[in-house]
């Protein structure tokens, strides 16, 4: 399942799905975020990675290779690229285009805080 929304700069999308084997499959989650034309994709799966501009940046640790990133700095470097955590990126993506004024402050107002503790945790 795909949902997205235009923004200002661009568009965010959710992709849902499965994945591995018809006998085991494994739930997964794709956020894509298009930034003036950069567009950058973090799926959460089996495995866990992060793509800018159509190349794989960084990838989750296969517990083999030390050397890789767990899951968590993935996302924190995909919500760091994005500007926004995964919690506002869905509240952005399944905003009402009809809300009240009203209802339209207060998640703005949510979504400012959430933006500024985003850059203080970086």
Do not use: C
Not at 67 to 86: C, N, P, W
Not at 91 to 99: E, G, Q, T, V
């Amino acid at each position: 399942m795909r949902q997205s929304r235009k923004t200002s700069s661009g568009h965010i999308a959710l992709r849902t799905g499965s994945e591995g084997p018809s006998h085991d499959p494994y739930a997964f989650k794709e956020y894509e975020i298009d930034r003036d034309g950069l567009v950058a994709t973090l799926h959460l799966g089996l495995g866990a990675w992060v793509k800018i501009g159509g190349t794989k940046e960084l990838a989750a640790s296969d517990h083999l290779d030390e050397t890789r990133l767990d899951e968590s700095q993935i996302v924190a470097s995909f919500e760091k690229f994005a500007g926004v955590s995964l919690a506002t990126f869905e509240k952005a993506l399944n905003r009402h285009p009809h809300m009240t004024r009203k209802e339209r402050r207060a998640l703005d107002e949510i979504e400012a805080i959430d933006a500024r503790m985003m850059r203080w945790a970086m």
